[in-house]
């Protein structure tokens, strides 16, 4: 059975960068495409990217495309989402989701019920 685990999330001015990180284990990762949702209080859950087996392909959220990043260590087994000028309407709960797929990313991609396998989550504030 393969696990999810979230680091990385922590408080931060407006303006401001995370790096957050996600390792799986118990599989083999690039069976993986690899996906970043987050939910802030009160709000359902929200895509905010994912990422194919080989790293090529990559999806964004309206809201995150050009701030975030999303990449991926296969040797690591870990998958990243790099968070750039960092708002406070950034600030939710951040997970890690994974589905094992052999073509690129799910289809659709956005929705978190494509993705079987969730972390914890790992909390990000952001503040003004």
């Known amino acids: 059975q393969e696990s999810l685990v979230e680091s990385g999330g922590g408080w931060v001015q407006a303006g401001g960068s995370l790096r957050l990180s996600c390792v799986m284990s118990g599989r083999t990762f690039t069976d993986y495409a690899m996906a970043w949702f987050r939910q802030a209080p009160g709000k359902e859950r929200e895509f905010v990217a994912v990422?194919?087996?080989?790293?090529?392909?990559?999806y964004y959220g309206d809201s995150v495309k050009g701030r975030f990043t999303i990449s991926r260590d296969n040797d690591k087994k870990t998958v990243y989402l790099q968070m750039n000028g960092l708002k406070p309407e950034d600030t939710a709960v951040y997970y890690c989701?994974?589905?094992?797929?052999?073509?690129?990313?799910?289809?659709?991609?956005?929705?978190?019920?494509?993705?079987?396998?969730w972390g914890q989550g790992t909390q990000v504030t952001v503040s003004s």
């Open positions: 989701a994974a589905r094992k797929i052999a073509i690129s990313v799910p289809v659709p991609y956005n929705e978190d019920h494509m993705y079987p396998t």
């Open positions: 990422i194919n087996w080989t790293g090529v392909t990559k």
